[in-house]
Nanobody, 115 residues
Framework: QVQLVETGGGLVQPGGSLRLSCAASGSIAGFNLVGWYRQAPGKQRELVATITSGGFTNYKASVKGRFTISRDNAKNTAYLQMNSLKPEDTAVYYC?????????WGQGTQVTVSS
């Protein structure tokens, strides 16, 4: 069993930046896919970005060019660098790790973009 813990959320003004981290209690090297998802109040959870074990990335259209996902297998940590933040990016952000027969979620970190 691997636990995922997200950190780095907070309150930021529009146009600002945040870097989210997802630290795993075990190895993430076996995760075929690591992803960041978000859920805004009253809305369904949605995919923000994913990165495969081979380093291929995929982004939600509205964050492309502003967000960057990365993973450091040596540190068992994944990251989401978020720039040019907008109020509509406000949500709880969750990390997910998917491997053969495994699917782990973190508990989330709140990101609020407001002036």
């Amino acid at each position: 069993q691997v636990q995922l813990v997200e950190t780095g959320g907070g309150l930021v003004q529009p146009g600002g930046s945040l870097r989210l981290s997802c630290a795993a209690s075990g190895s993430i090297a076996g995760f075929n896919l690591v992803g960041w998802y978000r859920q805004a109040p009253g809305k369904q959870r949605e995919l923000v970005a994913t990165i495969t074990s081979g380093g291929f990335t995929n982004y939600k259209a509205s964050v492309k060019g502003r967000f960057t996902i990365s993973r450091d297998n040596a540190k068992n940590t994944a990251y989401l660098q978020m720039n040019s933040l907008k109020p509509e990016d406000t949500a709880v952000y969750y990390c997910r790790g998917v491997g053969p027969g495994s699917n782990y979620w973190g508990q989330g970190t709140q990101v609020t973009v407001s002036s």
